[in-house]
Protein backbone atom coordinates (compact mmCIF):
# COMPACT_ATOMS: atom_id res chain seq x y z
CA UNK A 1 0.00 0.00 0.00
CA UNK A 2 1.69 3.27 -0.62
CA UNK A 3 1.36 5.85 2.04
CA UNK A 4 2.58 9.28 2.14
CA UNK A 5 2.88 10.68 6.07
CA UNK A 6 3.49 14.30 6.66
CA UNK A 7 5.52 15.81 9.65
CA UNK A 8 6.73 18.97 10.63
CA UNK A 9 5.37 22.73 9.68
CA UNK A 10 3.58 24.69 12.38
CA UNK A 11 3.72 28.63 12.86
CA UNK A 12 6.13 31.08 12.93
CA UNK A 13 7.26 34.88 12.39
CA UNK A 14 8.22 36.28 9.51
CA UNK A 15 11.97 35.92 8.76
CA UNK A 16 11.80 32.46 10.71
CA UNK A 17 12.40 28.62 8.95
CA UNK A 18 10.33 25.54 9.10
CA UNK A 19 10.66 22.03 8.05
CA UNK A 20 8.75 19.24 6.25
CA UNK A 21 9.22 15.80 6.53
CA UNK A 22 7.14 13.13 3.89
CA UNK A 23 8.05 9.87 4.98
CA UNK A 24 6.98 7.22 2.36
CA UNK A 25 6.20 3.27 1.64
CA UNK A 26 5.03 1.23 -1.05
CA UNK A 27 7.02 1.95 -3.80
CA UNK A 28 10.73 2.52 -5.07
CA UNK A 29 11.03 5.86 -3.38
CA UNK A 30 14.53 6.33 -5.11
CA UNK A 31 13.07 5.87 -8.32
CA UNK A 32 10.25 8.05 -8.45
CA UNK A 33 10.07 11.98 -8.80
CA UNK A 34 8.82 13.60 -5.85
CA UNK A 35 7.27 17.47 -5.35
CA UNK A 36 5.78 19.73 -2.85
CA UNK A 37 2.50 21.75 -3.43
CA UNK A 38 0.85 24.17 -1.15
CA UNK A 39 -2.68 25.63 -1.26
CA UNK A 40 -3.48 28.76 0.72
CA UNK A 41 -7.43 29.50 1.39
CA UNK A 42 -9.20 30.74 -1.84
CA UNK A 43 -5.78 29.68 -4.11
CA UNK A 44 -4.86 27.64 -6.84
CA UNK A 45 -2.96 23.99 -5.76
CA UNK A 46 0.59 25.53 -6.80
CA UNK A 47 3.59 23.34 -7.35
CA UNK A 48 6.57 24.93 -5.60
CA UNK A 49 9.24 22.35 -5.48
CA UNK A 50 10.48 19.10 -6.79
CA UNK A 51 13.42 16.55 -6.60
CA UNK A 52 14.12 13.78 -9.39
CA UNK A 53 17.27 11.57 -9.91
CA UNK A 54 19.65 14.40 -11.29
CA UNK A 55 17.52 17.64 -10.82
CA UNK A 56 15.83 19.79 -8.41
CA UNK A 57 13.09 22.49 -9.43
CA UNK A 58 11.86 25.86 -7.32
CA UNK A 59 8.98 28.29 -8.27
CA UNK A 60 9.84 31.42 -8.50
CA UNK A 61 8.19 32.07 -5.59
CA UNK A 62 10.58 30.49 -2.86
CA UNK A 63 13.48 29.91 -5.29
CA UNK A 64 16.43 30.87 -2.85
CA UNK A 65 14.78 30.57 0.61
CA UNK A 66 13.21 26.48 0.15
CA UNK A 67 15.24 23.82 -0.38
CA UNK A 68 13.77 20.35 -1.54
CA UNK A 69 16.23 17.07 -0.38
CA UNK A 70 15.49 14.03 -0.17
CA UNK A 71 17.60 10.59 2.23
CA UNK A 72 17.32 7.36 0.22
CA UNK A 73 17.62 5.07 3.48
CA UNK A 74 15.25 7.08 4.97
CA UNK A 75 12.55 7.05 1.97
CA UNK A 76 11.49 10.38 3.07
CA UNK A 77 12.08 13.72 1.21
CA UNK A 78 12.03 17.38 3.28
CA UNK A 79 11.30 20.77 2.48
CA UNK A 80 13.21 23.13 4.55
CA UNK A 81 12.09 26.80 4.21
CA UNK A 82 13.84 29.81 5.06
CA UNK A 83 13.41 33.37 5.19
CA UNK A 84 9.34 32.47 5.37
CA UNK A 85 6.93 35.19 4.29
CA UNK A 86 3.31 36.20 5.50
CA UNK A 87 2.60 34.54 1.53
CA UNK A 88 4.00 31.17 2.03
CA UNK A 89 1.15 30.65 4.74
CA UNK A 90 -0.42 27.64 3.38
CA UNK A 91 -1.58 23.87 4.07
CA UNK A 92 1.30 22.13 2.30
CA UNK A 93 1.48 18.67 0.29
CA UNK A 94 4.21 16.34 -0.32
CA UNK A 95 3.28 13.93 -3.49
CA UNK A 96 4.52 11.12 -5.53
CA UNK A 97 4.78 10.61 -9.30
CA UNK A 98 2.92 7.60 -9.67
CA UNK A 99 0.47 8.54 -11.73
CA UNK A 100 -2.49 8.66 -9.52
CA UNK A 101 -3.04 12.54 -10.54
CA UNK A 102 -5.26 14.65 -8.16
CA UNK A 103 -4.38 17.50 -6.43
CA UNK A 104 -4.33 19.92 -3.15
CA UNK A 105 -6.13 18.07 -0.69
CA UNK A 106 -6.75 14.89 -2.88
CA UNK A 107 -7.35 11.46 -1.38
CA UNK A 108 -5.45 10.14 -4.01
CA UNK A 109 -3.22 7.64 -2.61
CA UNK A 110 0.26 9.20 -4.06
CA UNK A 111 -1.16 12.76 -1.81
CA UNK A 112 0.23 13.34 1.77
CA UNK A 113 -1.86 14.46 4.27
CA UNK A 114 -1.09 17.96 4.27
CA UNK A 115 0.36 20.22 6.69
CA UNK A 116 -0.76 23.91 7.83
CA UNK A 117 2.27 26.57 7.68
CA UNK A 118 1.72 30.15 9.25
CA UNK A 119 4.14 32.68 9.28
CA UNK A 120 2.78 35.54 11.27
CA UNK A 121 3.63 39.57 10.20
Known amino acids: EVQLVQSGGGSVQTGGSLGLSCTVS????????MAWYRQAPGTRCELIAG??????YYADSVKGRFTISQDNAQNTVYLQMNMLKPEDTAVYYC????????????????WGQGTQVTVSS
Open 95 to 110: SADLGGGGDCGSSSYN
Open 26 to 33: GFTFDDTD
Open 51 to 56: ISKDST
